[in-house]
Nanobody, 116 residues
Framework: QVQLVESGGGLVQAGGSLRLSCTAS????????MGWYRQALGKQRELVAAITSGGSTNYADSVKGRFTISRDNVKNTVYLQMDSLKPEDTGVYYCNLRNVFGVDYWGQGTQVIVSS
């Protein structure tokens, strides 16, 4: 069983920055990708950004050029640097880990609120 521990959410004004971190409780062996999803109130959970074990990245169109995902395989940690935040970035951000068998693991979620 993999546990994901997230940190870094909070309240920030529009235009500001936040950095989310997520650490997995196991080694990177068997991990296909790690990423971040978010869920705004009344909306479905959506992919924000993901990074594969080989370093390939994928971003939602709405965050391209503003968010950067990175990972430290030694620390089993994935980061999401969020710059130029907008009120529409508000939501609960969930860390995701997908193993090589396609099984998804989720963190408990961290709240991000961007005030206008």
């Amino acid at each position: 069983q993999v546990q994901l521990v997230e940190s870094g959410g909070g309240l920030v004004q529009a235009g500001g920055s936040l950095r989310l971190s997520c650490t997995a409780s196991r080694s990177s062996f068997g991990i296909n990708s790690m990423g971040w999803y978010r869920q705004a109130l009344g909306k479905q959970r959506e992919l924000v950004a993901a990074i594969t074990s080989g370093g390939s990245t994928n971003y939602a169109d709405s965050v391209k050029g503003r968010f950067t995902i990175s990972r430290d395989n030694v620390k089993n940690t994935v980061y999401l640097q969020m710059d130029s935040l907008k009120p529409e970035d508000t939501g609960v951000y969930y860390c995701n880990l997908r193993n090589v068998f396609g099984v998804d693991y989720w963190g408990q979620g961290t709240q991000v609120i961007v005030s206008s």
